[in-house]
């Protein structure tokens, strides 16, 4: 008798926020934790200002930064990326068109370190092109737009197809008017990516909102809100 492989699962270490304030933002993504095939993977890490957030996530689950097997990135913005240190043997998959772009950003690109290049030239990077099954019922596929090589997953979860968008679909406001914020690709797939994203999946994590659902009609949802404490020290 053969046994089914189980169905991926996700789980959302820090659930990724758009709050901002004049002249810059927090920087808060998503950070979700992917089970799949007896692997354990971070799809994208966040950097400085939720790294304890992470670091207490994992604890919470029983785990420690030596127990995820694999970094996912989907693109190379600081607030997805700098926090790679913490998983120093972790092999960091993402898209070849990415990594090419970390040659050489756009000068007008303030939000890709201009170092991370450097920084993965000392790590094991598994380049990805075009779509691919990257671990059992996970596909990586591109979601060009925000950055030139942006990449989202879809899970085929026993709940249905669930899609981690990261920054492609960034929050409910561009699921809902279909509009990208912050392109920095000079083909302009923005709007193209945020509709394939909402095509694929049922459940949706943005890279800086809570979970969208979407409907039999293609309705969307939600019911998380954005939260941040103030503290004044």
Known sequence: MSSKTPAPSFDILVEGSSLAFQGGFFGISSIVLVTSGGK??????????????????????????????????????FDHVLNMD?????????????????????????????????????????????????????????????SPGHVSLEL???????????????????????IPDLEIDPHKRGAASIQEVLRR????????????RKDEKGHISWTGVQEMPLLIR
């Open 156 to 178: 085929a979860c026993d709940e249905g197809p669930v899609v981690l968008a990261a920054d492609a679909l960034k929050t409910a406001r561009e699921a809902s008017t279909g």
């Open 40 to 77: 354990r993977a971070l799809f994208d890490c966040g950097h400085g200002v939720t790294r304890r957030l992470l670091l207490e996530a994992l604890a919470a689950r029983g785990l420690t930064p030596g127990d995820i097997d694999l970094l996912i990135f989907s693109h190379g913005h």
């Open 86 to 146: 913490l998983f120093p043997d972790a092999p960091i998959l993402m898209s070849r068109d990415e990594r090419d772009y970390l040659h050489a950003p756009f000068a007008h690109d303030l939000v890709t370190p201009v170092f991370l290049g450097d920084l993965l030239d000392k790590r094991n990077v598994q380049l990805v092109e075009g779509e691919a099954d990257v671990l059992p019922g996970v596909t990586l596929f591109p979601t060009p737009g925000h």
């Open 201 to 212: 999946g049922k459940v949706i994590v943005p890279g800086h909102f809570p979970p969208i």
